[in-house]
């Protein structure tokens, strides 16, 4: 399943970001794409943790709201 995101996360904050997504086990990829205007985060993930990944980004001062 992949899951495009849109943020408001810059390249300098990438590492930092990455730290978070890294506790979940449900994700198999991780993608930015920091030249597109909505700052696009793209993750594949095994099940659905949509909410999860938003809740803790948002928790964490980022702006991270799913793309459908």
Known sequence: MI????????????????????LFKEILKIDFDFEDCDNIL??????NITSHVEIVLNSNGYLCKELL
């Open 3 to 22: 899951t495009v995101f849109k943020t408001d996360i810059c390249q300098e904050q990438e590492s930092r970001v990455r730290q978070f997504l890294d």
């Open 42 to 47: 793209r993750i594949e993930t095994i099940a």
